[in-house]
C-alpha cells in the first residue's frame, strides 16, 4: 500500500465535502432500492432521524455509563423493548453490542464461563450448528479455541436428528437461526428445544436478521413456527438493531433468559495502573451515537410504525417470490421475512448476477445451490416492478449469451 502524508495545511470543509461525495458517487444507489445487501432503506424521514439522533450523541462513549447515564438509559430502554418483543420471561437481562458478530461472541463466551461456573470442561468444547448458521460463530470458535461442527442442513432446515447425534460429553451450544441467512428460512426451534433440554446443553436462537422483524409479521398476521424466549429451551437471542430495526450502524443486542446466565457476560480485565477494566462487551469505546440513534428509531416507530415497515417489507417479497416464479425461477424454501433465495434450473444465476449487476443491481448470490438472494426492505415494495422488468430481461440476455443452457451448468 502506498503511504499517503497528511496534508501540510488543515483543509476547509467547503473543499472536503464535494470531494467525499465525489468519492461516493461510484457507490450502489441504495436510496433508489438498488440493493439487496449491507443497508435497510425505510425511507428518508426514518433516515434523518437516525442522523440527528446520531449527530446528538457523536462524541459521547458508552462506556461510561456513570459520566453518560444518558446512554445507559437508552440502553436499558432498549434491551427491555427487546426482551418483551422476544417473549422473555421475568428476570431476563441482556445488553447492546457492535453488530451481529459481536452479539453471537457474547452468546458463546456466556455459555462458556456459564458451563465453567458449574465444573464443566474447560477445554475442548464444541458448538453444533447447521451449515447455515453466520459464519460468526466459527470466528468465536477461533478466538475461544472452540470446535464448530456443521452439520448438514435437511430440507434447508436444521437437521435436528444429525445435531444431536454429533452432541457428545464436550459440547457447550447448539444453535439454530430464526431465519438463516442463506435462504430466509427459520429453522426448527421447537425441536431444538427439545434437545437442548434432553441433553442439557445451551441453545442459542441467531435472530440477527429476525430479531425485530419477526415478532411484528407475526403482529401482521404471519403464522411463525415460535423461535423466542416462549420457546423452554432457548438460553440466548441475538438480534440486530441495525438491521430490521432500523438503526444506525452498528447496533445489534443479545438477550438471555436469566440474570444468573447473564452476568458470565461481562469481562474484567487487569489489573493496569488504573485499576481493573470492567465491560459489558468485547468493546472499549462504545459509540454513544449509535445507541443514541437506535434508541430514537424505535420511539419514532413505535408497533404500529414498526408493523407499517415490516409489511412492506413481506408485501415486496411476495411481489418478487410471485414475479420470479413466472419468470421460470426456483424459490428456495418457504421464505416467511424478508430474504428471498432463488435458482434457475437451466441458466447459470452467476451469469444472470452480472446482468443484473450492469443494470446496476447490488445483491448477493448462493454458491451452495447457485442461486440469486434478496435481503429486502421497505423500499423495495416500492421497485419490485423495476427488479422483475431487469431480471426478466437479464435472464433473456444470460440465455441468450450462452445459446440457451450454460456450458458446464448442469442446473
Not at 441453545?203 to 423452554?232: E, I, K, S, W
Not at 443494470?359 to 416500492?382: C, D, I, Q, V, Y
Request: charged share 20%; net charge neutral; glycine share 10%.
Amino acid at each position: 500500500m502506498t503511504k499517503t502524508a497528511l496534508p501540510d495545511h488543515g483543509v476547509p470543509w467547503s473543499d472536503i465535502e464535494p470531494r467525499m461525495r465525489e468519492m461516493g458517487a461510484g457507490d450502489v444507489k441504495w436510496r433508489d432500492g438498488r440493493t439487496g445487501l449491507y443497508i435497510f432503506n425505510a425511507g428518508p424521514e426514518l433516515e434523518q432521524v437516525q442522523k440527528a439522533a446520531y449527530a446528538m450523541f457523536s462524541a459521547e462513549n458508552g462506556l461510561g455509563p456513570a459520566a453518560f447515564p444518558s446512554l445507559a438509559e437508552m440502553e436499558r430502554q432498549i434491551v427491555a423493548t427487546g426482551l418483551a418483543l422476544l417473549s422473555a420471561p421475568e428476570g431476563a437481562a441482556g445488553g447492546m453490542t457492535s453488530g451481529g458478530t459481536e452479539s453471537i461472541f457474547m452468546a458463546v463466551k456466556t455459555a462458556r464461563d456459564y458451563l465453567r461456573s458449574k465444573g464443566g470442561p474447560k477445554s475442548g468444547l464444541n458448538i453444533i450448528i447447521p451449515s447455515t448458521a453466520h459464519p460468526a460463530f466459527d470466528k468465536a470458535g477461533m478466538i475461544m479455541d472452540i470446535e464448530v461442527r456443521r452439520i448438514p442442513v435437511r430440507d434447508l432446515l436444521a437437521d435436528v436428528s444429525a445435531m444431536e447425534a454429533a452432541i457428545d460429553a464436550n459440547t457447550l451450544m447448539i444453535v439454530g437461526s430464526a431465519p438463516c441467512f442463506p435462504f430466509g428460512l427459520l429453522d426448527p426451534i421447537e425441536t431444538l428445544s427439545e434437545v437442548a433440554l434432553r441433553r442439557n446443553v445451551w441453545l442459542h436462537v441467531d435472530a440477527c436478521v429476525g430479531g425485530y422483524l419477526a415478532p411484528f409479521v407475526r403482529m401482521n398476521g404471519t403464522a411463525l413456527a415460535p423461535f423466542d424466549f416462549a420457546v423452554p429451551g432457548v438460553l440466548s437471542i441475538s438480534g440486530d438493531l441495525h438491521k430490521y430495526g432500523y438503526a444506525s450502524k452498528g447496533a445489534s443486542t443479545v438477550f438471555f433468559r436469566s440474570k444468573d446466565l447473564h452476568e458470565h457476560m461481562g469481562l474484567d480485565a487487569g489489573p493496569w495502573p488504573l485499576g481493573r477494566m470492567v465491560t459489558p462487551t468485547l468493546a472499549g469505546t462504545r459509540p454513544g451515537g449509535a445507541i443514541a440513534a437506535a434508541w430514537a428509531v424505535m420511539q419514532y416507530l413505535g408497533v404500529d410504525g414498526y408493523r407499517a415497515k415490516q409489511k412492506l417489507v413481506t408485501d415486496a417479497r411476495e411481489k418478487i417470490e410471485a414475479g420470479v416464479k413466472k419468470l421460470g425461477f426456483r424459490v428456495l424454501g418457504q421464505p416467511q421475512l424478508g430474504i428471498i433465495a432463488f435458482t434457475h434450473d437451466s441458466v447459470n444465476p452467476m451469469n444472470i448476477y452480472v446482468q443484473m449487476y450492469k443494470r446496476g443491481w447490488f445483491t448477493a448470490t448462493l454458491l451452495e445451490p447457485p442461486a440469486l438472494h434478496l435481503m429486502l426492505s421497505p423500499k423495495h415494495n416500492e421497485v419490485a416492478h423495476e427488479y422483475l422488468a431487469d431480471l426478466e430481461a437479464a435472464l433473456a440476455s444470460a440465455n441468450e449469451g450462452a445459446g440457451g443452457k450454460v456450458a458446464g451448468y448442469a442446473g
